[in-house]
């Protein structure tokens, strides 16, 4: 299988009202240095409305609807307009918006260029362009919808900035106003939102110790000789607040261990403490050895990682033999380094945060405890009958939706199909009343697991067809995925059930799914193969009986 034929391909539209045809090279170029395989496609010139209403609902969309351009010469004639001409524009304006976003409220996520005036008003005092600027991103901001994601522009300018950013005679004589390096910038900062549609999240940050974490050598500085200056200290803030927001923090550094927990435990200007850490390999290991048992431990695929050193070799070394692993380097200039770790923070966005992300440290730290009991019995069965499982199947429960779209667009192992959905395609699922939506959550003596497994199913055919089924790797090797099943066909009302497994580079270990459930084997395709079952037919796991269960039916 090509690496390429692996991945879904994810569909990207560009609409405007100037000309922005160098934007999809640089924009494929960038997504795929992030494996984002895509199709870039461009509307017609300022026909944004019309091609609003031809797109498909999973395809992205971008959106450059450029105020210097309304109307032909607006950046100069609105200067002039009087009262009534500007409240014709502005009911233009609301009236289009609304057309545009009554086309493109239930799609996978739209990406919306907020109004600007430059680089045709930058003084002090606002002209007339900025001021009917600010209104229209008043009722930009009003009348969206959720799935629009309103980019303010203003920080690419100052990063790049306004002469280089802009191309006036490109704009006077052929409406291109942007200039490449614009678009690169821009590139660069919408890449993260649209690899994090595609799956793409990183979800562990692994850092080394000596001079990225703090100047100097432990071991040979000690506690007083090793310094935490501002820009150490900044990228130490960044680093806790990404543990916040649900982010893997793991040490793997060439020390004593002693000497690094002295410095987490007791030196005063550190802001990374030991409980923001999951996990730490403080060994005299090379570091791609460390990092494999940091995979192997978290149960994380290597692609999810991003590693942290300021030593050139030990860098190089993890690119060649760990090519999944995301490596940077700290920058020689220390000043650098908290722009760095922006770009870093950069690569674990994702649109929507749930509870369970808030947990993640915890919830890693529980599944440590586990692997220490799991060592501790003589047999696998004694083992998962002493972690007291609990399983909680719900159906259909609306305030699962953040949940329910981010299982979609993270989990990569244990997943079937691959399907990714956002918060609005699973709303608009669920209010069509074709499918059902069945979480599984999962607890034991240990802890909480959370909403960790779900099965999507497809009513609207003669026979039922599972759309969705993924687990997340915290719960596998537990037996919960038969349970499961053994629920679904339960509540399955039709005779014939038909399901597939999609290959992909990350989920070989559920190829045989179905096949171990009796399915039928019927076609395959370049898609992948697919299954069928009379519900006749299926036999339970009535032998796994440690799993109590609670269902939407019973308690």
């Known amino acids: 299988m090509k690496e390429d034929q692996a991945k879904a391909v994810l569909k990207i539209n560009i609409l405007s009202n100037i000309i922005v045809h160098q934007l999809a090279d640089i924009l494929d170029f960038w997504l795929r240095k992030l494996g984002v395989v895509c199709e870039i496609k461009s509307g017609n010139y300022d026909n944004i409305i019309q091609d609003a209403a031809a797109i498909p609902r999973d395809e992205v969309v971008i959106i450059f609807w450029e105020a210097a351009n309304f109307s032909d010469g607006f950046h100069y004639t609105i200067k002039n307009a009087n009262e009534n001409e500007t409240a014709k524009y502005r009911n233009k304006i609301a009236g289009e918006l609304g057309l545009v976003f009554q086309s493109l409220k239930n799609h996978k996520k739209v990406l919306f260029n907020a109004f600007h005036s430059k680089p045709f008003e930058l003084g002090i005092n606002p002209g007339r362009l900025a001021t009917f600027v600010l209104e229209s991103n008043e009722e930009l901001l009003r009348v969206k919808p959720d799935n629009v994601v309103v980019l303010d522009l203003n920080p690419l300018f100052l990063s790049v900035g306004l002469e280089q950013c802009f191309d006036l005679r490109n704009f006077y004589s052929s409406k291109a106003l942007y200039s490449i390096d614009f678009f690169k910038s821009y590139c660069d900062h919408i890449t993260p939102m649209i690899a994090a549609l595609a799956g793409k999240i990183k979800k562990a940050l692994i850092l080394d110790c000596d001079n990225t974490l703090w100047r100097g050598i432990i071991g040979e500085d000690g506690l007083e000789g090793i310094k935490i200056s501002t820009p150490f200290r900044m990228v130490q803030s960044a680093v806790v607040e990404l543990y916040a927001r649900g982010v893997l923090i793991g040490l793997c550094s060439k020390n004593n261990p002693a000497d690094v927990e002295d410095v ?9 403490k030991n409980d923001h850490i999951v996990i730490k390999k403080i060994n ?41 692993v995301a490596v940077y380097q700290v920058p020689e200039k220390v000043n650098d380094y908290p722009r760095l770790m922006e770009d870093i923070a950069s690569r674990f966005f994702r649109f929507e945060q749930s509870a369970e992300d808030l947990e993640k440290t915890e919830q890693y ?9 799991k060592r501790a019995h003589h047999s696998m069965e004694d083992y998962l009958r002493s972690l007291e499982l609990h399983v909680t199947i719900a159906r259909n429960e609306t305030n699962q939706v953040p949940r329910i779209a981010q299982l979609t667009q993270k989990t990569n192992q244990f997943n079937l199909t691959t399907q990714r959905y956002t918060e609005q395609d699973v709303s608009a699922m669920l209010s069509s009343g074709e499918y059902d939506f069945f979480t599984l959550a999962v607890k034991d003596r240990f802890g909480d697991s959370g909403i960790t497994g779900l099965v999507i199913l497809n009513r609207r055919e003669e026979a039922a067809v599972i759309d969705t089924l993924l687990l997340s790797c915290r719960i596998l090797g537990r037996n919960i995925e038969w349970v ?27 190829s045989d799914f179905f096949d171990r459930l009796n399915f039928t084997r019927l076609v395959s395709d370049q898609v992948g193969q697919h299954y069928e079952i009379e519900k006749s037919a299926y036999r339970a796991h009535n032998e796994i009986d440690y799993i109590k269960l609670t269902t939407w039916k019973k308690s």
């Open 264 to 272: 987490l435990n007791t030196h005063p200007q550190m802001i990374l």
């Open 484 to 510: 499961f099943m053994d629920m679904i066909m339960e509540y399955i009302d039709k005779p014939v059930i038909r399901a597939a497994y999609y290959p992909t580079l990350k989920n070989s270990q559920v």
């Open 365 to 373: 730290r529980v599944q440590t405890k586990r692997e220490e009991a």
């Open 284 to 324: 005299w290991n090379d570091k791609v050895s460390s990092i494999l048992e940091i995979h192997h431990e978290l149960n994380l695929g290597l692609d999810s990682f991003v590693f942290v050193d300021d030593a050139e070799f030990e860098c190089n070394l993890v690119k060649e033999q760990l090519k999944e």
